[in-house]
């Protein structure tokens, strides 16, 4: 049974079997009431085309997430080393947001890689890239895509969003 009483404090005690429990004041009168505020982290991933090189619009960018949602965001890339992907990787780490990475299987884990340990060093397999975008769409809260995506990649890529319910900004 749950008793309320107010002490000098101003904030309300909960006796619960012989226990007190303070709770805020203002959280209601209900020790289910969650805040309004999701504490979840939201994850944003910016991946783009290797071909894609506008450094300053790409820092401008994680500038601007940085200054609106603070550090409680998860940069997600595919780890690419070509195109805007090195560059986001380098800002997002320098900004000191978390960063994840999905790079492909046939690479070697690295600090920032999002899969675990067994998933890596394989023999190289096309479809590699393709699975990339598979746990990309499904981390992401948000998605960006910077510059053109590649023909062949895109009817998956877009597969992938429906499956998963997403929607992507393109940004040029």
């Known amino acids: 049974m749950r008793n309320f009483k107010s ?8 006796v619960r079997d012989g226990l007190k429990r303070v709770i805020q004041k203002g959280l209601g009168e ?11 982290k939201m994850n944003i991933a910016l991946i783009g ?8 619009k790409l820092r401008d960018f994680l500038f601007t997430i940085k200054e609106n949602l603070g550090n409680d965001v998860n940069i997600i890339t595919r780890g690419n080393k070509n195109g805007c992907e090195k560059y986001i990787r380098k800002y997002a780490i320098e900004f000191g947001l978390r960063y994840t990475e999905y790079n492909s299987a046939n690479t070697t884990r690295n600090l920032y890689s ?6 890596y060093s ?13 746990c990309v ?6 998605l960006f895509y910077f510059g ?15 499956r998963f319910n997403k929607k992507v900004m393109y940004l040029n």
């Open 7 to 14: 002490n000098t404090t101003g904030r309300d005690v909960v």
């Open 30 to 40: 209900s020790l289910n009431v969650k805040p309004k505020t999701s504490l979840k």
């Open 49 to 56: 085309s290797p071909t894609y090189e506008n450094v300053r």
């Open 114 to 119: 999002g899969m675990n340990k067994e998933y």
């Open 122 to 134: 394989k023999p190289f397999h096309p479809t590699q890239s393709l699975h990339q975008y598979d």
């Open 137 to 142: 769409v499904k981390h992401a809260d948000k």
């Open 148 to 162: 053109g995506i590649k023909p062949s990649e895109q009817k998956h890529f877009e597969r992938i969003l429906e």
